[in-house]
């Protein structure tokens, strides 16, 4: 099947990004939001993305005048009954992810595929709130989307192979590398990153090494860019532990017990970058 309109439900952080490349592929994108707030800004912040590149004479004028002629902007889920695909990427909530599937069930053609953008919660678990589960594929993007080259295809148990091969497709004209991944918690990146960050915050819990010297090693020793604890930092430690949370309880194994110096910070509300505060300070 041919994907020509793409719809966008939820104008976050993440939806914002998706809308953005889609629309830059050459796509018509309905991006739609319940907070008109929301939509706003994730408007205004593609108009600056694309003055920008203007300005660095990365794109024309022209093309745009185009990208902004391809964006309908909307707060009414209903305005997606066209699209041929909608790509969910609303807050990571089972129960408002499967309450906006069945929605989107019941108001899209009847071949519309459903990609959720959800980070580690049960593609199938979402589909089955649907009226059509072989159609309900998990898309999953990186942040920020412009920049991160990854998408996670991710199937659930009933998904039809066309509709992951469309997906697939999809995820390479918009200029990304796809990886399939069967349906597990976390996937394959966050299965791997979070337990990382997890044990990062052991070593410091431990007192076995300060935040800074955790961070050094692991850049200067095993090629990371950036520390475990300034990522967990940049990511939300709140988002991390909800995420271990989830995988201990999934895999009911103790190797994903979430670390307490998680536990504590959160307690503390020290949520890293966007409370101030976190393993560093970021007060000034
Ligand atoms: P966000 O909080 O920035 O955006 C979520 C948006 O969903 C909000 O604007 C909210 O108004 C909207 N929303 C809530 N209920 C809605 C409804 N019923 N209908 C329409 N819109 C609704 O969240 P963010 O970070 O963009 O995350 C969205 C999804 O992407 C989540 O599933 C998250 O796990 C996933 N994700 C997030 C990443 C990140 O780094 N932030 C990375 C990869 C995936």
């Known amino acids: 099947m041919e994907i020509k309109k793409v719809g966008v439900l939820g104008a976050g952080t993440m939806g914002a990004g998706i809308a953005q490349v889609s629309i830059e592929a050459g796509y018509s994108v309905v991006l739609v939001d319940v907070v008109p707030e ?7 912040r593609l108009d600056k993305a694309w003055a920008k590149a203007v300005e660095k004479g990365k794109v024309t004028e022209e093309a745009v005048a185009d990208y902004k002629a391809k964006l309908i902007k909307s ?32 108001l899209c053609k009847t071949d519309t595929i459903l990609a959720t953008n959800t980070s580690a919660l049960s593609i199938t678990e979402i589909a089955a709130a649907t009226n059509r589960p072989e159609r309900v594929v998990g898309m999953h993007f990186f942040n920020p989307v412009p920049v991160m080259k990854l ?12 509709v992951t091969q469309a997906v697939i497709e999809l995820a390479k004209k918009i200029g990304k590398e796809p990886v399939l991944a069967k349906e597990s918690p976390g996937f394959i990146v966050n299965r791997i990153l979070v337990p990382y960050m997890n044990e990062a915050a052991n070593v410091f819990y431990e007192g076995i090494a300060t935040a800074e010297e955790i961070d050094k090693a692991m850049k200067l020793g095993a090629g990371m860019p950036m520390g475990p ?33 998680f536990r504590q910070k959160v307690r503390a509300g020290h949520l890293g970058k966007k409370t101030g505060r976190g393993f560093y300070d970021y007060s000034n």
């Open 38 to 44: 929301i939509v706003e800004g994730a408007i205004n």
């Open 75 to 106: 707060t009414d889920i209903h305005d997606l009954n066209d699209v041929d695909i909608v790509i969910e990427a609303v807050v990571e909530n089972i129960d408002i992810k499967k309450k906006v599937q069945k929605q989107l069930g019941e």
């Open 151 to 162: 998408v996670e295809v991710i199937p659930g148990v009933v998904t039809t192979d066309d």
């Open 229 to 261: 604890l300034a990522l967990a930092d940049m990511v939300g430690i709140d988002v991390v532990l909800a995420v271990c949370d989830f995988f201990f309880k999934e895999f009911a194994d103790s190797k994903y017990r979430p670390s307490l110096a």
